[in-house]
């Protein structure tokens, strides 16, 4: 569990009155080409009480992803959507090989209504960059009540 003393005061309100929603403890992985930014959203995804795994390119993410699938209960990831952008191509990329996570993508909304029907796209939210601890923990606990 995470030491609450190196949370910033945003990140504590984002975490008070988070309980568990389910039984084992989901494992997020969050991928970010911004340390600092991967670094903040790992400490809010291990004070909300979850397991965190991180990559810093979508190259990585998707290393751990063919490895790790079957422990994996949620992607999170911070790399832009513009079109034939990283994460976008990186999200298509996933679908290809068959893995579909359901996906948090931390960027400026996008259109994505055009995407062929035979390659979804399993992204549950939208979260605006920088992110707000609040938001993005409550986005986190909104993925697991289905």
Same mark, same amino acid.
């Given at each position: 569990m995470i *030491?609450?003393?190196?949370?910033?005061? #945003?990140?504590?309100?984002a975490l008070r009155d988070i309980t568990p929603l389910v039984?084992?403890?989901p494992v997020i992985?969050?991928?970010?080409?911004?340390?600092?930014?991967?670094?903040?959203?790992?400490?809010?995804?291990?004070?909300?009480g979850m397991r965190c795994v991180t990559?810093?390119?979508?190259?990585?993410?998707?290393?751990?992803?063919?490895?790790?699938?079957?422990?994996?209960d949620l992607l999170v990831s911070g790399l832009g959507l513009e079109p034939d952008g990283p994460g976008l191509a990186f999200i298509r990329e996933? *679908?290809?090989?068959?893995?579909?996570?359901?996906?948090?993508?931390?960027?400026a909304p996008v259109d994505i209504r055009g995407e062929p029907q035979?390659?979804?796209? *399993?992204?549950? #939210?939208f979260l605006p960059k920088p992110v707000d601890p609040m938001l993005f923990v409550r986005a986190l606990c909104r993925s697991f009540q289905s």
């Open positions: *030491n609450r003393h190196s949370l910033d005061d #945003d990140e504590l309100e039984a084992h403890r992985l969050v991928v970010d080409d911004d340390r600092a930014a991967l670094a903040r959203l790992r400490r809010l995804v291990e004070g909300a990559a810093s390119s979508a190259a990585e993410a998707l290393r751990r992803i063919l490895r790790d699938e079957a422990v994996l996933l *679908n290809r090989t068959g893995t579909f996570l359901p996906i948090i993508v931390l960027s035979e390659t979804p796209l *399993n992204v549950l #939210d």
